[in-house]
Structure formats: structure tokens, C-alpha cells
């Protein structure tokens, strides 16, 4: 039998985060060796709570546990300037985010979170790994994972590779050039650029070509086990959120990603860096598209732009439905 992934999930979790965090558990193919909530769509008490939500919707809480890490990000809210003054650190009840519940429908935890910090979580699980043996999967502000690599660079050759929900090509969502993820924490997301690591990213380009749909939802739901139904109703909720009929689950496309890189398409090798300079674009992303000749930098990232909604929803609904056959057995 081929070995399992070992991954790392760090979340702001968050409606697609979600269902990122279930196929994570429930795909056999990973061991997911922890969860690291960070502050992006919630303040990280509520994205800490929600993950654990979804860890006990899953049955794992005795298997995976999350940490509570970063609260505000390395240094976007310490002056004052354009984009992000009044939105972060986001606290409860002043959620701008109605695609993100403050607490997800789930029943409150039964049980808590790691007594540790996530950095130092990262820290000391990387740091007695073999070389190139863990997955980090991202799909909330890079606040955690920045901070780790400055606390302790000798945790770089201990990553396999990042694959990371974030950024986008064609404009942003939180603001005309920024993706949410990285424009929650510009420079982190610019430290992990820099750190080295092989680094897949899946932006806006990619995840909003693999919607999903009501129907998709309903074929979920039949399944009726408990993640398939969280994962259903997640859905519907972004959907009923969105002015459309149909709704990106960004954060689980990079799960699928790792394992079934075929999901992305169009993927370029590319420099992209991150604008810190703190004006109109400050947390876009800046793709290289020159042809390589007039490139400047060695590439540091595999940007996807685009991916096969298909091949994503039957992942998805294929984890679900084995998921459910191994409850049976
Ligand atoms: C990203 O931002 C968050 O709101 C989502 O959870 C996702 O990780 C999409 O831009
Ligand atoms: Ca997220």
C-alpha cells in the first residue's frame, strides 16, 4: 500500500474551510498530523472553535487535534493605511462575513484546544521530521506559518511542499486586486513566498472555475452521514450568500490538489510576489507572466489558472461516499 501524505491544515475555518477540513480527515490517503487556526474570516477563537466543530463532526477528535494560533497579522494593522483599517483583527459580532458563520451549525465542541500555540506547534513537529517528509495546506492568512519560518528557518527543508489556497491573477475579492488570504496578512504571505519551499498556488483563477451547485449539495446530503451533511449545507449557505446559483469551495481544491495536482490547470512556474507597498494594490499578487526569457527571478511557485470543476466534485463526493461506506463496515 503507498504511504500516506502526512499534512498539516491551517485554517480560518470558515465555510469552505469547512469542508477543506473534512476531506483532509476523511480522505484515507492523508494523515493529517494537526489543524493550526489562524485569524482571517474570524478572530482565531471562533476559527479555533469552528475547526474543532468540524474535527468532532468527523468523529476524529480523538486522532487530530488543533491549535489555536496567530491573532492578528505580522504587521498590516499597525499603521494606519488603505485597505484594511476597519475590517482586521475582525472581532465577534462585528463579522462582515456572512458567508462565514461565527460559529458553524454544528453542536458545541465537546472537546479543546491543543495547550500549546500553533507556531510552536509548527515549530517542534517540523523540526524533529526527516527532510521533506510534511505537507502544510493553507487555506487562511499565512500569519502562522511566516511567523514559524522567522522563529526557525532550519523547519524549511522539513517541507515537502505548500500548497496553499490564495491569491488570483484576474482581480481580487476583498479588494479590486487582493484574494482575502493574502491581503488578511500581505507580508506573510510574502515571507512564505520567499522561504524556498515548492509552493503550489490555488487563486481565485482556479477556484472560481470549480463551482458548485445546489445539485452538487442535494447528492451530497443523500449520503446522510454527518460530514456529507455539513458539507451539503455549507454549500447552500454560500450559495444562499452569494448574488448567483452556484459557489467556489476554495479552500478544498487545494486539499484535492496535493494528491490529484491533474485537478489544476493551466499551471505556470513562475516568480509571484506579494505588494506590501501599502497603496491601492497592497495583498495582490504579482504573477510574472513574461515569457521566461524576460523574467528577472528564478521561479518560485506553481500558479494554477484554472481547474476542472468535474474532477473536483467527483473527489469530493467520492471521499464523502467512502467515508460512509466505511461507517457501514
Ligand atoms: C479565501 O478567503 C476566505 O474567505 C475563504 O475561506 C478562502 O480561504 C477565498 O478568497
Ligand atoms: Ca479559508
Not at 64 to 84: E, F, I, M, N
Not at 250 to 262: F, G, S
Not at 293 to 313: S, T, V
Request: charged share 25%; glycine share 6%.
Amino acid at each position: 500500500m503507498e504511504e500516506k501524505r502526512k499534512i498539516i491544515m491551517d485554517v480560518d475555518t470558515g465555510s469552505d474551510d469547512a469542508i477543506a477540513l473534512v476531506m483532509a480527515m476523511l480522505d484515507p490517503s492523508f494523515e493529517l498530523l494537526g489543524v493550526m487556526a489562524v485569524s482571517g474570516n474570524l478572530e482565531v477563537k471562533l476559527t479555533t472553535d469552528n475547526s474543532i466543530r468540524v474535527v468532532e463532526c468527523c468523529g476524529m477528535q480523538d486522532k487530530v487535534k488543533v491549535y489555536r494560533g496567530c491573532d492578528y497579522p505580522l504587521a498590516s494593522t499597525l499603521t494606519p493605511h488603505l485597505p484594511q483599517t476597519d475590517l482586521l483583527p475582525i472581532r465577534e459580532g462585528h463579522n462582515p462575513y456572512s458567508f462565514h458563520p461565527d460559529r458553524l451549525p454544528l453542536p458545541d465542541p465537546i472537546t479543546k484546544a491543543g495547550d500549546r500555540n500553533a507556531v510552536s506547534w509548527l515549530v517542534d513537529t517540523l523540526m524533529v521530521a526527516e527532510d521533506g517528509e510534511i505537507t502544510l495546506i493553507p487555506v487562511g492568512p499565512l500569519t502562522n506559518i511566516a511567523a514559524a519560518m522567522r522563529i526557525e528557518d532550519r523547519i524549511i527543508p522539513k517541507i515537502r511542499e505548500i500548497v496553499l489556497m490564495g491569491g488570483s491573477h484576474i482581480g481580487g475579492n476583498e479588494s479590486a486586486a487582493g484574494e482575502f488570504n493574502i491581503w488578511a496578512d500581505p507580508e506573510a504571505a510574502e515571507i512564505v513566498l520567499q522561504s524556498g519551499c515548492k509552493i503550489t498556488m490555488v487563486p481565485l483563477d482556479a477556484t472560481e472555475v470549480a463551482i458548485s451547485t445546489h445539485e452538487d449539495a442535494e447528492k451530497m446530503r443523500a449520503l446522510d452521514t454527518p460530514p456529507a451533511r455539513l458539507c451539503a449545507d455549507m454549500i447552500d449557505h454560500r450559495i444562499a450568500d452569494s448574488d448567483g446559483d452556484t459557489t467556489a469551495i476554495n479552500d478544498a481544491l487545494a486539499v484535492c490538489a496535493v494528491l490529484h495536482p491533474e485537478v489544476l490547470k493551466n499551471v505556470i512556474h513562475t516568480t509571484v510576489h506579494v505588494d506590501i507597498s501599502r497603496g491601492f494594490g497592497y495583498g495582490a499578487t504579482i504573477v510574472d507572466l513574461r515569457s521566461p526569457g524576460w523574467r528577472k527571478e528564478a521561479p518560485n511557485c506553481y500558479f494554477a489558472m484554472g481547474a476542472d470543476r468535474e474532477y473536483f466534485f467527483n473527489y469530493m463526493y467520492r471521499v464523502l461516499k467512502e467515508d460512509k461506506e466505511r461507517r457501514a463496515q
